[in-house]
């Protein structure tokens, strides 16, 4: 397992959401990102929560946070645990009076969470190495703010060329 931190939310050229993971112990020149397609809604709650933004109302992560506080739940971590046929699974680890309990959930709704609660993301080795993309968002030495132009660039460019079903087994 590699622990990974949400680098953004970015669209395809289909204006589908892809939800970017990238480790957060790796050379990002040389590192990889973990691409996963998510719905629309989700993309909004992840980024409501990485931005530390309010909505006028809970979402439906915002809930699941406010239930596990008023269980004494809480999140330790979320992994990515495996890819089937082109479908993300997560499981969510919670610490509960009764134990430790594993939770089956989309990896959207994981990260969600604990991008809400401050839980640790983590990312089975099988996965990235099967859907891992190199990370074209940071080049050269990180001085030059050029160099991050030209790499968003070129990850957009890749975006815009890849297709969900590349990732399909």
Same mark, same amino acid.
């Given at each position: 397992?590699?622990?990974?931190?949400?680098?953004?939310? $970015?669209?395809?050229?289909?204006? =589908?959401?892809?939800?970017?993971? $990238?480790?957060?112990? =790796?050379?990002?020149?040389?590192?990889?990102?973990?691409?996963?397609?998510?719905?629309?809604?989700?993309?909004?709650?992840?980024?409501?929560?990485?931005?530390?933004?309010?909505?006028?109302?809970?979402? $439906?992560?915002?809930?699941?946070?406010?239930?596990?506080?008023?269980?004494?739940?809480?999140?330790?971590?979320?992994?990515?645990?495996?890819?089937?046929?082109?479908?993300?699974?997560?499981?969510?680890?919670?610490?509960?009076?009764?134990?430790?309990?594993?939770v089956d959930a989309r990896p959207s709704d994981a990260v969600a969470l604990a991008s809400r609660v401050g839980a640790t993301i983590w990312i089975a080795d099988a996965?990235?190495?099967?859907?891992?993309?190199?990370?074209?968002?940071?080049?050269?030495?990180?001085?030059?703010?050029?160099?991050?132009?030209?790499?968003?660039?070129? *990850?957009?460019? *890749?975006?815009?060329?890849?297709?969900?079903?590349? *990732?399909?087994?």
């Amino acid at each position: 397992m590699v622990e990974a931190r949400v680098a953004g939310v $970015a669209l395809d050229e289909s204006g =589908q959401h892809v939800l970017l993971l $990238a480790p957060i112990a =790796q050379d990002p020149r040389t590192g990889k990102m973990l691409p996963i397609w998510i719905g629309a809604l989700e993309a909004t709650s992840i980024l409501v929560a990485i931005e530390g933004a309010s909505a006028p109302r809970p979402l $439906a992560h915002d809930l699941m946070r406010s239930l596990l506080d008023s269980s004494g739940a809480s999140v330790e971590r979320v992994e990515i645990t495996r890819i089937d046929d082109g479908t993300y699974y997560a499981e969510i680890t919670l610490v509960t009076e009764l134990g430790i309990r594993t939770v089956d959930a989309r990896p959207s709704d994981a990260v969600a969470l604990a991008s809400r609660v401050g839980a640790t993301i983590w990312i089975a080795d099988a996965v990235m190495e099967e859907a891992g993309v190199p990370d074209l968002t940071v080049d050269g030495d990180g001085d030059d703010p050029d160099d991050t132009e030209i790499s968003v660039d070129e *990850f957009t460019r *890749f975006l815009n060329e890849v297709d969900p079903d590349d *990732f399909r087994g």
